[in-house]
């Protein structure tokens, strides 16, 4: 069974690639999720020598109506928390520039890249913000397992790995093209540019739904 944390993680990023797909209403109605709520079912798994060497007991997700307890989770958007003035930075180190790609490859990335997330802006920057997510956890050599394997669906063995490109895969099922061409068009951009530099580029292009708000 797996731990409650492990739960919550991945539920976080479940609910935000569900949300990603916001495809047109009727009279141009729109529906933004302003909280998600769900209820989990755990049970506290302990060992008689829990007590004796001070182990904390483990939280399990409880499945098959074995659960004991519920957690009832609330997700909301948050704001970032303002630093107090003259509360010193958590770190005088300043943290590296991030990599942009520059010059004549920007236009055609962001023309590849929109066939799979949509042209830049409100809808399709959810499904570009879930993708930046995804790849998130990854290093370098992990974003080339990834694209190696993104058209392939039978498990690597690598949880992390094999989760990142389950949400990869439902952004491009969410987007205009088909899953073929989308996985087409991001192994073939990944194989001839950095992975940092392709980030930067769709954090700068696409942004968050929030930054087309204002």
Do not use: K, N, Y
């Amino acid at each position: 069974m797996q731990s409650l944390s492990e739960v919550v993680r991945a539920l976080r990023a479940e609910i935000a690639a569900s949300l990603a797909d916001e495809g047109p209403l009727p009279e141009g109605c729109r529906w933004v999720a302003d909280r998600v709520v769900a209820t989990l079912g755990f049970s506290v798994v302990t060992s008689p020598e829990d007590g004796a060497s001070g182990r904390t007991p483990r939280f399990v997700v409880a499945t098959g109506g074995g659960a004991v307890h519920s957690l009832r989770v609330e997700f909301a958007p948050g704001e970032p928390v303002p630093r107090a003035v003259g509360a010193p930075a958590a770190t005088d180190v300043p943290a590296p520039a991030p990599r942009r790609l520059r010059g004549e490859a920007t236009q055609p990335a962001v023309e590849i890249l929109s066939g799979v997330f949509g042209a830049p802006g409100f809808d399709s920057s959810a499904r570009a913000t879930v993708f930046r997510e995804a790849l998130d956890p990854l290093d370098g050599a992990g974003v080339r397992r990834l694209m190696e394997t993104l058209g392939d669906r039978e498990p690597t063995g690598d949880r992390a790995a094999d989760h990142a490109r389950h949400l990869v895969r439902r952004v491009i099922a969410s987007g205009p093209g088909t899953v073929e061409d989308g996985v087409a068009a991001l192994r073939g951009l990944f194989a001839i540019h950095d992975a940092g530099e392709l980030l930067g580029l769709i954090e700068d292009r696409w942004r968050t739904q929030d930054d087309w708000l204002e």
